[in-house]
């Protein structure tokens, strides 16, 4: 092989090492309250991080309305708690709307904090503009 073919060659495969696909960027809706909606979530987005482990994904759970119940000590079971709070150091971005939050606030575990959007559904339109991959159970 000549130099001049050899030359770009190198540069393509140099270029292209340099390279980083971009991280899954997936936003998790929970909009429902039933007796295995935590469960189901927190089975996805476990999955999620294991089929997903090489790519670092951004996962943002985006709690509305009652579901945002399921983060109350009577909900929040012992073990589903520790599931999420291992999510959670994963990099699991919890979300909720700013007045359902505050309404609901003193029923919640005080230890699992939420960045709050004035509206969800705003906020739940906006990630998806920005790319994220719509998910929910």
Known sequence: MSRHHLLPLLLLLGF??????????IVY?????????????LNNI???????????????????GESLMLLSPQKLTPEYRQRLMALLRKGLILEAGEANYRQRQQQLDPTIAARLNRN??????????????????
């Open 16 to 25: 292209s090492a340099g390279l980083r696909a971009e991280p899954a960027r």
């Open 29 to 41: 809706h929970l909009h429902q309250v039933t007796p295995v909606t935590m469960k189901r979530a």
């Open 46 to 64: 476990e999955n999620l991080y294991k089929g997903l482990e090489r790519e670092r994904p951004e996962i943002r759970l985006l709690l509305q």
């Open 120 to 137: 969800i559904i705003a906020r739940l339109v906006e990630l998806q503009r920005q790319g994220y991959h719509y998910l929910t159970p």
